[in-house]
C-alpha cells in the first residue's frame, strides 16, 4: 500500500491519526478485532510476543486483556492529539483514574487533589485510598497558597480537573504545575469537561491527562471507556495496573470512540458556540438567581479560562434557577428538547438536576441550533416562580 500521512494540524489528526486501510482487506475504516486471544505459528512466536507485551510493548498481542489492535488505533489517536508520547485506553473514565491512582501511589503515600470532584472519584479518595493507608488531601484548586502548602515530603501525586464537577472552576495548571514539580510531585489532569480540541493539559506544565472518553471524545454517548496519556515511564505503570485490575477496554467500544473523535473539533467548537449563547441568555433572566460558565466576564476563573483556552469556553454550564428546589424540577420537568440525563459530552443537550446541590441544574450543551435550545430553556423558566 502506498506510504500514508497523518497530518499536521488538530482536526487532521483526529480524522487520520493512529487509523490507515487495513493491510490485508483493503478496510477503510479500522476493524473491530473481536477476539480474545491470538494464533501464532510456533511456541517460540508465542513465547515473544507474550515476553514483549508483560514489557508493556501495547503492539505485542497475545490476549485482548493486555492488548488489542483496534484499542492501539484509539490510544495512537489520541497520544498524538495530546502530543503525549504514549496513552493506554481502558474500560471507563473511572478505570483510566482508578489505574493511575493506584499506579502511582503506595501505602504511606500522599495526594493532594481538588476538593471538588467528580462523585465517584470522590468515592475513591473517601473510602478506597484511606483503607490502602495512602494518605488524601483535598485543597481548593484555584488557591495557589493553599496548593502549596498542602504538598508534604510524603506526596506523590497531585490530581486536579480542568474544569470542575459541577461549579466549573478552571485551576491555573501551568502555575500547579510548576508548585507540584519543584517538590517532585506528578502532576494528573481530569481533561473529560473539555476535551484536547480545547486544552491539551501536557502543554501547560501537566505530567499526564486522561479522560472519561465516554464523554467529548466520543460525543455519542453510545460507549463507555477512558483514556490516560503521557510519557512512556509514567503510562506502563498505568497499563500494567490497567491489565491487572481487569479494566481492558472493549475494542467495540474503543472503534466507537474511534469514529467519534473525528468530528471532536468540530463538536467542541459547536458546543462551546451554544454554551455561550445559553450563558449569556441565562445570565440576563430575572429568574435565573446566577450562572456560572468560564466564558461569562462574571466567572471567578475567567481570566484564568482565557488564558488556558482562547475564546471556546467548552459546552458545559452551571445554573440556579430562582426557587431552589421547586424551581429546579419546574424548570427541568417541562422541557421538550432537552433531556434530563447524568452523561454529558453528547451531541444531545443534557440537563442534570442536582437536589443535593440545593437545586442547581448542569447542562452539557449539545449541538443543536441555538434558537431551539434557547426556546426550549425559555419553556422550562416559563414555570419557575
Known amino acids: 500500500m502506498r506510504e500514508r500521512t497523518h497530518g499536521k494540524g488538530f482536526a487532521t489528526r483526529a480524522i487520520h491519526a493512529g ?80 489505574a493511575t491512582l ?39 484548586m484555584s488557591d495557589l497558597a493553599a496548593v502549596e502548602g498542602a504538598i508534604t515530603d510524603t506526596t506523590r501525586v497531585l490530581f486536579l480537573e480542568t474544569s470542575t464537577n459541577p461549579r ?21 489532569a481530569d481533561n473529560t469537561f473539555l476535551g484536547p480540541a480545547l486544552l491539551r493539559p501536557l502543554e501547560h506544565g501537566a505530567d499526564v491527562v486522561l479522560h472519561a472518553a465516554t464523554k467529548y471524545l466520543s460525543g455519542h454517548g453510545d460507549a463507555v471507556s477512558g483514556v490516560v496519556s503521557g510519557p512512556k515511564r509514567l503510562i506502563d505503570p ?28 468540530l463538536r467542541s467548537g459547536k458546543g462551546s458556540e451554544n454554551a455561550m449563547g445559553l450563558a449569556r441568555f441565562l445570565e440576563a433572566d430575572p429568574r435565573v438567581d ?4 468560564p466564558g461569562l466576564p462574571a466567572h471567578p476563573d475567567h481570566g484564568v479560562a482565557t488564558r488556558q483556552l482562547g475564546e471556546r469556553y467548552g459546552a ?33 443537550t ?8 440545593g437545586g442547581i441544574i448542569r447542562v452539557s450543551v449539545g449541538c443543536e441550533d441555538l434558537d431551539d435550545l434557547v426556546e426550549d430553556f425559555t419553556l422550562g423558566l416559563s414555570f419557575v416562580g
Open 238 to 265: 498505568i497499563r500494567k495496573q490497567t491489565d491487572t485490575f481487569g479494566q481492558a477496554a472493549s475494542p467495540f467500544n474503543s472503534f466507537l470512540v474511534l469514529r467519534g473523535v473525528r468530528t471532536l473539533p
Open 290 to 293: 446566577w450562572v456560572r460558565y
Open 168 to 188: 466549573l472552576r478552571m485551576p491555573n495548571i501551568d502555575a500547579i504545575a510548576d508548585i507540584a514539580h519543584r517538590r517532585g510531585v506528578i502532576v494528573v
Open 316 to 348: 458545559m454550564l452551571t445554573f440556579q434557577p430562582r426557587g431552589g428546589l421547586e424551581g429546579m424540577a419546574a424548570f427541568t420537568d417541562h422541557l421538550r428538547l432537552c433531556d434530563i440525563g447524568v452523561s454529558l459530552g453528547d451531541v444531545f
Open 102 to 140: 493506584f499506579a502511582h501511589l503506595g501505602a504511606g503515600d500522599d495526594v493532594v487533589l481538588g476538593d471538588e470532584l467528580f462523585a465517584i472519584t470522590r468515592v475513591l479518595w473517601e473510602e478506597d485510598l484511606p483503607r490502602r493507608n495512602i494518605g488524601v488531601t483535598p485543597v481548593d
Open 350 to 357: 443534557l440537563v442534570y438536576p442536582r437536589p443535593k446541590d
Open 19 to 98: 487509523e490507515g486501510p487495513d493491510p490485508v482487506t483493503h478496510a477503510h475504516n479500522t476493524p473491530i478485532y473481536a477476539t480474545a486471544t491470538f494464533a501464532f505459528d510456533t511456541a517460540a512466536e508465542k513465547e515473544a510476543a507474550v515476553d514483549r507485551a508483560l514489557e508493556w510493548d501495547p503492539t505485542s498481542y497475545f490476549y485482548s486483556r493486555t492488548g488489542n489492535p483496534t484499542n492501539r488505533a484509539l490510544e495512537e489517536k489520541i497520544a498524538s492529539l495530546e502530543g503525549a508520547e504514549d496513552c493506554v485506553v481502558s474500560a471507563s473514565g473511572m478505570a483510566a483514574v482508578s
